[in-house]
């Protein structure tokens, strides 16, 4: 079995900056994926950002691509989304499933574990 936690959501105002953390545990050999969706009630999960666990390579929607960032320290280290330049529209509840297998990083039903979301409310 797979934990996730998540921490790190909260209200800011328009232009302010959070940052999500994700931290994984139990019982997976290696991780290969960790991504970060979003997804507000009655609309489709939206993918935001994914870290290939191997090579460390990054994706990212078009729509966060330039305000957030994806990273990570460490192989053991927790999965960070740092997001800036928040918009209102950035409003939703942000998850990070983990995938043990190589998939398509931005295809939400790839992924095996799925944690508890964090809520981020942006102001205007």
């Known amino acids: 079995q797979v934990q996730l936690a998540v921490t790190g959501g909260g209200l800011v105002q328009a232009g302010g900056s959070l940052r999500l953390s994700c931290a994984a545990s139990?019982?997976?050999?290696?991780?290969?994926?960790m991504g970060w969706f979003r997804q507000a009630p009655g609309k489709e999960r939206e993918f935001v950002a994914a870290i290939k666990w191997g090579n460390g390579d990054t994706y990212y929607a078009p729509s966060v691509k330039g305000r957030f960032t994806i990273s990570r320290d460490n192989a053991k280290s927790p999965v960070y989304l740092q997001m800036s330049s928040l918009k209102p529209e950035d409003t939703d509840v942000y998850s990070c499933?983990?995938?043990?297998?190589?998939?398509?990083?931005?295809?939400?039903?790839?992924?095996?574990?799925w944690g508890r979301g964090t809520q981020v409310t942006v102001s205007s």
């Open positions: 139990g019982r997976i050999l290696s991780y290969y994926t």
């Open positions: 499933p983990v995938a043990v297998h190589d998939i398509r990083p931005h295809l939400h039903y790839a992924y095996e574990y």
